[in-house]
């Protein structure tokens, strides 16, 4: 079964620091001639992208996350890490993992194709 499994999530306060992973399995092979992205969502908000790693190892980040938040992946272990830093109360959202079936990434929704379940961070103030 194709499909991606995020963790790390969790509760934090406000200038803390967490670590999300993401893990493919089946087909889906994390980097490999795709984009990967991390998107979030907030309660009562739209999904909306936080950074992306393309094919080439480009990565690109939102303007509320860029300088804080790095994204990074390890092809051997299949997985992909989002690394936030100075966390903000305005961070706190369900995180998903997404697949595109480009190698460039788009902030745009409709760009992915394979979504994990997300994993939920909380940062107190």
């Known amino acids: 079964q194709v499909q991606l499994v995020e963790s790390g999530g969790g509760s934090v306060q406000a200038g803390g620091s967490l670590r999300l992973s993401c893990v493919g399995s089946?087909?889906?092979?994390?980097?490999?001639?795709?984009?990967m992205a991390w998107f979030r969502q907030a309660p009562g908000n739209e999904r909306e992208w936080v950074a992306g790693i393309s094919s080439r190892g480009i990565t690109t980040y939102a303007d509320s996350v860029k300088g804080r938040f790095t994204l990074s992946q390890d092809n051997a272990e299949n997985t992909l890490y989002l690394q936030m830093n100075s966390l903000k109360v305005e961070d706190t959202a369900m995180y998903y993992c997404?697949?595109?079936?480009?190698?460039?990434?788009?902030?745009?929704?409709?760009?992915?194709?394979?979504w994990g379940q997300g994993t939920q961070v909380t940062v107190s103030s």
């Open positions: 089946g087909s889906i092979a994390v980097g490999s001639r795709r984009c």
């Open positions: 997404a697949a595109s079936s480009f190698g460039w990434c788009t902030s745009i929704r409709n760009g992915y194709y394979l």
